[in-house]
T-cell receptor
Framework: GAGVSQTPSNKVTEKGKYVELRCDPI?????LYWYRQSLGQGPEFLIY????????DSGLPNDRFFAVRPEGSVSTLKIQRTERGDSAVYLC????????????FGPGTRLTVL | DAKTTQPPSMDCAEGRAANLPCNHS???????VYWYRQIHSQGPQYIIH???NNETNEMASLIITEDRKSSTLILPHATLRDTAVYYC????????????FGSGTQLTVLP
């Protein structure tokens, strides 16, 4: 079946611009997670949704970062006034109710802020 | 969640068993040990998890010491496609919670 998909695969933007990153989880998965990964490091948690609501957003670095999941499936990570330090791979994962131990990851979106 | 310690890198000959160690000396009674791997330019992939008993699936075996302070992931017959960064993570099971990744072990399988 289809896995987690993320679009775009690559995004290049200029400092100060606004970007949106999209995640399509596996159909039926109730939990959705966003992570970001800098070069040479492990993924770092940002936010996770249970259904439509953000169950834990403690990993968002500041108020320039925001994420939504209005219908409990697709999620969008929004970054305002991008900075060069936001450059990273943004990963999305989902898991199903009753099997939360296994998170399925997408291929990520590589964001480059010039 | 408890902290884990892994060697930064390891090599293994193709066809041989790869044994990847992980220390988690501060693990709590309700925390499980999880292993994920990340092949270059891909998202992480779940491998296996366990509490205190040894576990085996089609990908690997997980050996957890009796005191639960360390564990070993075993890939019985490593192939070139097993070259990846392997992450050992501890967290409570049974709930949707974020994973806390460390730096992992870069395993290189040599031909």
């Amino acid at each position: 079946g289809a896995g987690v998909s993320q679009t775009p695969s690559n995004k290049v933007t200029e400092k100060g611009k606004y970007v949106e990153l999209r995640c399509d989880p596996i159909s039926g998965h109730t939990a959705l997670y966003w992570y970001r990964q800098s070069l040479g490091q492990g993924p770092e948690f940002l936010i996770y949704f249970q259904g439509t609501g953000a169950a834990d957003d403690s990993g968002l670095p500041n108020d320039r970062f925001f994420a939504v999941r209005p219908e409990g499936s697709v999620s969008t990570l929004k970054i305002q006034r991008t900075e060069r330090g936001d450059s990273a791979v943004y990963l999305c994962a989902s898991s199903t109710s009753g099997r939360e131990d296994e998170q399925f990851f997408g291929p990520g979106t590589r964001l480059t802020v010039l | 969640d408890a902290k884990t310690t892994q060697p930064p890198s390891m090599d293994c000959a193709e066809g041989r068993a790869a044994n990847l160690p992980c220390n988690h000396s501060t693990i709590s009674g309700n925390e499980y040990v999880y292993w994920y791997r990340q092949i270059h330019s891909q998202g992480p992939q779940y491998i296996i998890h366990g509490l205190k008993n040894n576990e085996t699936n089609e990908m690997a075996s997980l050996i957890i010491t009796e005191d639960r302070k360390s564990s070993t992931l075993i890939l019985p017959h490593a192939t070139l496609r097993d070259t990846a960064v392997y992450y050992c993570i501890v967290k409570p099971s049974g709930s949707a919670r974020q994973l806390t990744f460390g730096s992992g072990t870069q395993l290189t399988v040599l031909p």
